[in-house]
C-alpha cells in the first residue's frame, strides 16, 4: 500500500513539475521579450534624439520631452487650438507655394484632413522640408513611424505613400497635458484616372462621402472651416449627409455656491419654517451644496471636447462665479426667476424641482444637454454621441437596478425618485423600470420635457413645491430617459464613462487611472454622502482636477 501511494503521489507530481518548469520557461521568455522591448524603445528614442539634434533641436527652456518626441513647451493649449495649429501650418506652407489643397475632414476631435493631388508630392515635400528653426516638427506615413519633418522629401518619393501626417507637437508646461500626432494634419495625396468614358478621381481612404468620385463631383467649391478658415471643398463633400446632425444643441448646467454667506441664511430661514416635515437626512445633506470649483472644469472639458455647443446656460439662484467670464458669447447666465411662474416655489434649494423647469429657459434649443456641475467630459466628443441625425435623444442605462416599494423618508432620495416615476409610467403605459441611469450628461428634447409636464402635471406640480428635496419627488431629467425610450423618442445606448465618489477614498485608484488612460468619454466626481467611509482628500481631489483640466478655458476671467 505505502508503494503504491507512493507511486501515485509521484505520479501525480510529475504533472506539476511539467507544469511549474513550462511556467518558469514562460516567465524567462516574457522577461527576455520585455528586455528586448526596452531596448527597442531605448534606441527608438536615441535615434528620434539624434535626428531632432541633426535638424537644430535639443532639450532647452523651451523645449522637452514626451514620449519619443520632443515637444514645444507652451503654457496653455486645448485639443482643438493643437489641431487648428497644425493644420494652419500646412495650408500656410501650402498656400505659400501656390499649392492646390481642399478640406477632407474638418475639426472633429482629431486632426483636420485636407487632400492634394498625387502629382503634387514634390511641391508639398518642398513647401515642408523647411519648418521653423525653433519649433520642432514630425511627420509619419501609414507605413513608417515619426521622422523630423526636413526628411518628408523621403516620404514624398515613395511611391506607396499616398497619407502622411505631420505634427508641431505641443506641450503645457510643467504637466502630462501633451498633443502629439492625433491631433496633427493629414495630407491625402488624390490620385486621378481617365477611362475612355470618363475621368475618376480617388482619395486613398474613405471619407465622409466615398473613395472614388467623378471629376463632376469633386468640382471645388469655395467654404470655411468651423473655425472661420476659408478653403476649398469637393462638391461632393459639401453636402449634407443621412448622418450629419444639423440642428443646434445646447448645454445647461445648475450650480450653486453653498459658501454664500446670503444663500446660507435663506436655507436656514427656510428650514426654520419647514421643520418638522419628513425630509430625509441626506435630502439637505451640506455635501449637496459644497462646491470644489467642479463648473469651472466641466467647462473646460466642454471647450477642449465638445466646442459645437451652441450656447452654455448656466441655472442658478442669482449666484455666479467669481471666476467666470459674463462676456462670454456663449455664455447665458439664467435666474430660479426666469423660470419659475409662481413666486411661491421661490427661494428652492430642491435640485429636483430646479431640473424640472429647465425646459422653460428664455430661446432654449430643442435639443439639449443637461449637465450636472460635478460631471464633465474626458475625451473629445461629438453631437452624434448624444442625438440621432432624425432628432432622437440617446440615452445611456446603468448595469444596477432599483429596489422596489414604495416611497418612505427613511431611504435615499435617488431610490424614491426611481420609484416614483416608476409609478407614473406603470400608471400611464403599464410599463415599469427597474435599471438606474448613469451620472452623465444627459441629452433631452425640450417638446418631450413640455409633453411629460402636461401628461404629468401634479406629480411636476408637487415637486416644484419642495423646497427641498423630498421623497415624493420625481426629477424630469430621469424621467425623459425613460419616457421618451417609451415614446418612441430615444434610444438606450452606451457611451465610455468613469464614477468616482469622492466621498469614498477607495475611489482614489478609479480617479487616477482616469488621469492615466484619459480614455473615456464623460465622467462624474459625484460627492454622494457615505457612512463609515473616509473621503477622498480636498487636495487629491483638486489635484486631479488641475492635471485632468490644466488650462483656463475662455469661459474664465
Given at each position: 500500500?505505502?508503494?503504491?501511494?507512493?507511486?501515485?503521489?509521484?505520479?501525480?507530481?510529475?504533472?506539476?513539475?511539467?507544469?511549474?518548469?513550462?511556467?518558469?520557461?514562460?516567465?524567462?521568455?516574457?522577461?527576455?521579450?520585455?528586455?528586448?522591448?526596452?531596448?527597442?524603445?531605448?534606441?527608438?528614442?536615441?535615434?528620434?534624439?539624434?535626428?531632432?539634434?541633426k535638424n537644430g533641436f535639443a532639450l532647452t527652456e523651451e523645449i522637452g520631452r514626451h514620449g519619443d518626441l520632443l515637444h514645444e513647451l507652451v503654457d496653455t493649449m486645448s485639443p482643438p487650438q493643437a489641431a487648428q495649429?497644425?493644420?494652419?501650418?500646412?495650408?500656410?506652407?501650402?498656400?505659400?507655394?501656390?499649392i492646390e489643397w481642399w478640406l477632407v475632414e474638418d475639426y472633429s476631435g482629431h486632426g483636420y484632413r485636407i487632400g492634394v493631388r498625387d502629382e503634387s508630392k514634390a511641391l508639398v515635400a518642398s513647401a515642408l522640408m523647411f519648418p521653423s528653426a525653433s519649433t520642432p516638427a514630425y511627420v509619419k506615413s501609414q507605413q513608417s513611424t515619426a521622422v523630423a519633418l526636413a526628411e518628408v522629401k523621403g516620404l514624398c518619393e515613395d511611391p506607396d505613400v499616398r497619407i502622411i501626417t505631420v505634427v508641431s507637437p505641443k506641450k503645457v508646461r510643467d504637466t502630462n497635458w501633451a498633443f502629439g500626432f492625433r491631433y496633427g494634419c493629414t495630407i491625402e495625396f488624390w490620385t486621378k484616372t481617365a477611362t475612355e468614358s470618363r475621368v475618376i478621381i480617388e482619395a486613398p481612404t474613405e471619407n465622409r462621402a466615398a473613395k472614388l468620385m467623378s471629376e463632376d463631383e469633386f468640382t471645388l467649391q469655395s467654404a470655411s472651416t468651423e473655425a472661420g478658415r476659408s478653403c476649398r471643398v469637393p462638391s461632393v463633400l459639401n453636402r449634407t449627409m443621412l448622418e450629419d446632425i444639423t440642428f443646434p444643441i445646447d448645454a445647461v448646467y445648475t450650480w450653486v455656491d453653498g459658501a454664500d454667506p446670503e444663500w446660507i441664511e435663506s436655507k436656514r430661514r427656510l428650514e426654520a419654517h419647514l421643520s418638522g416635515s419628513e425630509y430625509h437626512p441626506e435630502a439637505n445633506h451640506e455635501a449637496r451644496f459644497e462646491s470644489k470649483d467642479e463648473l469651472k472644469y466641466s467647462l473646460r472639458s466642454v471647450e477642449y471636447f465638445a466646442p459645437w455647443f451652441r450656447r452654455i446656460y448656466i441655472v442658478t439662484s442669482g449666484q455666479v462665479p467669481s471666476w467666470l467670464n459674463l462676456d462670454h458669447p456663449k455664455l447665458r447666465m439664467i435666474s430660479h426667476s426666469d423660470i419659475y411662474d409662481a413666486a411661491d416655489h421661490l427661494p428652492t434649494f430642491?435640485?429636483?424641482?430646479?431640473?424640472s423647469r429647465l425646459h422653460h429657459i428664455p430661446d432654449l434649443s430643442e435639443h439639449y444637454v443637461y449637465l450636472n456641475d460635478d460631471v464633465m467630459l474626458g475625451k473629445p466628443v461629438r453631437p452624434q454621441d448624444f442625438f440621432l441625425p432624425t432628432g432622437l435623444a440617446k440615452v445611456f442605462p446603468s448595469r444596477n437596478h432599483r429596489p422596489f416599494g414604495a416611497p418612505t423618508a427613511e431611504d435615499g432620495p435617488h431610490f424614491n425618485l426611481t420609484r416614483n416615476i416608476r409609478s407614473?409610467?406603470?400608471?400611464?403605459?403599464?410599463?415599469?423600470?427597474?435599471?438606474?441611469?448613469?451620472?452623465?450628461?444627459?441629452?433631452?428634447?425640450?417638446?418631450?420635457?413640455?409633453?411629460?409636464?402636461?401628461?404629468?402635471?401634479?406629480?411636476?406640480?408637487?415637486?416644484?413645491?419642495?423646497?427641498?428635496?423630498?421623497?415624493?419627488?420625481?426629477?424630469?431629467?430621469?424621467?425623459?430617459?425613460?419616457?421618451?425610450?417609451?415614446?418612441?423618442?430615444?434610444?438606450?445606448?452606451?457611451?465610455?464613462?468613469?464614477?468616482?465618489?469622492?466621498?469614498?477614498?477607495?475611489?482614489?485608484?478609479?480617479?487616477?487611472?482616469?488621469?492615466?488612460?484619459?480614455?473615456?468619454?464623460?465622467?462624474?466626481?459625484?460627492?454622494?454622502?457615505?457612512?463609515?467611509?473616509e473621503p477622498l482628500p480636498d487636495d487629491e481631489v483638486a489635484h486631479f482636477l488641475e492635471s485632468y483640466f490644466p488650462c483656463k478655458s475662455s469661459f474664465e476671467v
Open positions: 500500500m505505502r508503494n503504491g501511494l507512493g507511486a501515485t503521489l509521484v505520479g501525480l507530481a510529475k504533472p506539476v513539475i511539467i507544469r511549474a518548469s513550462g511556467e518558469q520557461r514562460y516567465l524567462r521568455l516574457r522577461r527576455s521579450g520585455l528586455k528586448a522591448l526596452r531596448t527597442v524603445n531605448r534606441r527608438r528614442g536615441q535615434m528620434q534624439r539624434r535626428r531632432s539634434e495649429k497644425n493644420f494652419d501650418f500646412v495650408a500656410d506652407a501650402f498656400d505659400a507655394r501656390d430642491n435640485s429636483n424641482s430646479i431640473i407614473l409610467l406603470e400608471s400611464e403605459f403599464g410599463v415599469t423600470v427597474t435599471r438606474a441611469i448613469k451620472h452623465t450628461p444627459y441629452p433631452m428634447l425640450k417638446s418631450v420635457q413640455f409633453e411629460m409636464e402636461d401628461r404629468f402635471h401634479d406629480a411636476f406640480e408637487r415637486t416644484w413645491s419642495s423646497r427641498f428635496r423630498h421623497h415624493n419627488d420625481i426629477v424630469s431629467d430621469q424621467l425623459h430617459h425613460y419616457y421618451a425610450q417609451i415614446v418612441g423618442k430615444a434610444v438606450a445606448t452606451s457611451i465610455s464613462y468613469r464614477y468616482i465618489n469622492i466621498r469614498d477614498q477607495s475611489h482614489r485608484w478609479i480617479m487616477r487611472d482616469t488621469l492615466r488612460l484619459r480614455d473615456r468619454s464623460t465622467m462624474c466626481l459625484n460627492d454622494a454622502p457615505m457612512d463609515d467611509v
